[in-house]
């Protein structure tokens, strides 16, 4: 596979150079991906997102979920069955998996769940307070000028 050059990005910009890994990575991630297990990745809204993935014949203990480094990774391994079984046809994959998503800054999985062969991670993104954008307000400053009336016609009270 060709490697893409980032060297202009690197001239002209600062602090993309994970940007640029990210996608290198991703590129050669995509050559190796077998497309299996298949799945969705759904915007819920703003900060909201959901994977899910198609991992039929799994259960919960033959399933593992990390995440390291700004990468959610998902393994499964499917536990050897005691029961012996003769299969006339096996069409369902239950073959071991590692399937691994980059997650962008500030992106936190919230949750996981397996409900009838599909397993759904809940992730949300949680911008810091001191990270989101805020107004500055702009102050004037004015000379203050005081102004005295002269003191016409005061009298004295003795």
Excluded at 23 to 52: F, K
Excluded at 59 to 71: H, I
């Amino acid at each position: 596979m060709n490697s893409i050059d980032f060297s202009p990005l690197y001239r002209s910009s600062v602090g993309f150079d994970r940007l640029a890994s990210l996608l290198d990575q991703s590129l050669q991630h995509n050559q190796a991906s077998s497309g299996y297990p298949p799945y969705n990745i759904e915007l819920v809204d703003e900060n909201r997102y959901t994977i899910t993935l198609a991992v039929a014949g799994f259960e919960e203990r033959d399933l593992d979920l990390n995440v390291e480094k700004g990468t959610l990774t998902v393994k499964g391994t499917k536990q050897p069955d005691e029961k012996e079984h003769q299969f006339l046809y096996q069409g369902i994959a239950t073959r071991g998996f590692e399937r691994k998503f980059n997650l962008a800054d500030y992106v936190e999985v919230k949750g996981a769940s397996l409900t009838n062969g599909m397993l759904t991670i809940d992730l949300v993104k949680e911008i810091p307070e001191a990270m989101k954008p805020r107004r500055i307000d702009i102050k004037t400053e004015t000379a203050a000028i005081e102004h005295k009336a002269p003191n016409k016609g005061a009298s004295k009270v003795a």
